[in-house]
C-alpha cells in the first residue's frame, strides 16, 4: 500500500511543460530526499532523479525535482515522445513499520 | 558496466516456497546495499526487502515480514531471496535493486530486468 500520492495521470503535447505531484507525510518526505523513477513501457524502472533534484549522468536537463515539506514535484520541460511512461516519486520513511516507499504512479502521455 | 540478472522465478502453487536469485556484475559488490522490488500486474512499484553491505541490516515490508528472508553471498556476488508460505498476492515481477551505498537508507541506481512469480493452484 503506496503511502505516497502522485496524480494517475498527465498529458502533454510535444514540447510542453509537464508537473507530477507527489504527496507524502513527515515520516517520509518530511524528513528524508526524494528520488524519481521513470519506467518506460515493458521495461525495468531507471532511476530519473535523486536526493530531491539531482539528476544521474545521462538523464537530460528537461527534467527537474523539487521539494517543499511533505510534498515534491517532478517537471519535464520540452516533452517529447520518448518521455511517455510511468513515474514514480520514493522515499524512506522513518515510521515503525515502513521502510522504502512508493508513490502510487503517475502515467505520463505525449499527446 | 553495471548488471544485475535475476533467476529463479515461475509458477508455484499457494503455500509452497521459491528462491530468488540476483547475479551481479560491474561494480564492488560488497560495498553496496542490494534490494528487492516488486510488481504486480498493472500495478505500482512495491519495495520487498533489503539487506546492508555486510549484511548487518536488514529490513522487510509488512507484507512479506515472516516469510521473505533475504540473504547475500558476497563472495559470489549474489543476492537472494527465499519465498515462503506464497500467497496469490505475491504474484508479481521481482527485481533486484543496487542501492547507492553500503547502508539501506539510499536510493536505487541500478536495476535488473526482473523475474516473474505467479503463486496460483
Known amino acids: 500500500q503506496s503511502v505516497l500520492t502522485q496524480p494517475p495521470s498527465a498529458s502533454g503535447t510535444p514540447g510542453q511543460r509537464v508537473t507530477i505531484s507527489c504527496s507524502g507525510s513527515?515520516?517520509?518526505?518530511?524528513?528524508?530526499?526524494v528520488n524519481w523513477y521513470q519506467q518506460l513501457p515493458g521495461t525495468a524502472p531507471k532511476l530519473l532523479i535523486y536526493s530531491n533534484n539531482q539528476r544521474p549522468s545521462g538523464v537530460p536537463d528537461r527534467f527537474s525535482g523539487s521539494k517543499s515539506g511533505t510534498s515534491a514535484s517532478l517537471a519535464i520541460s520540452g516533452l517529447q515522445s520518448e518521455d511517455e511512461a510511468d513515474y514514480y516519486c520514493?522515499?524512506?520513511?522513518?515510521?515503525?513499520?515502513?521502510?522504502?516507499?512508493f508513490g502510487t504512479g503517475t502515467k505520463v502521455t505525449v499527446l | 558496466e553495471v548488471q544485475l540478472v535475476e533467476s529463479g522465478g515461475g509458477l508455484v502453487q499457494p503455500g509452497r516456497s521459491l528462491r530468488l536469485s540476483c547475479a551481479a556484475s560491474g561494480f564492488t559488490f560488497d560495498d553496496y546495499a542490494m534490494h528487492w522490488v516488486r510488481q504486480a500486474p498493472g500495478k505500482g512499484l512495491e519495495w520487498v526487502s533489503g539487506i546492508s553491505w555486510n549484511s548487518g541490516s536488514i529490513g522487510y515490508a509488512d507484507s512479506v515480514k515472516g516469510r521473505f528472508t533475504i540473504s547475500r553471498d558476497n563472495a559470489k556476488n549474489s543476492l537472494y531471496l527465499q519465498m515462503n508460505s506464497l500467497r496469490a498476492e505475491d504474484t508479481a515481477l521481482y527485481y533486484c535493486?543496487?542501492?547507492?551505498?553500503?547502508?539501506?537508507?539510499?536510493?536505487?541506481?541500478?536495476w535488473g530486468q526482473g523475474t516473474l512469480v505467479t503463486v496460483s493452484s
Open positions: 513527515s515520516s517520509n518526505i518530511g524528513s528524508n530526499t
Open positions: 535493486a543496487k542501492g547507492m551505498g553500503g547502508q539501506l537508507v539510499h536510493y536505487f541506481d541500478y
Open positions: 520514493a522515499a524512506w520513511d522513518d515510521s515503525l513499520n515502513a521502510f522504502y516507499v
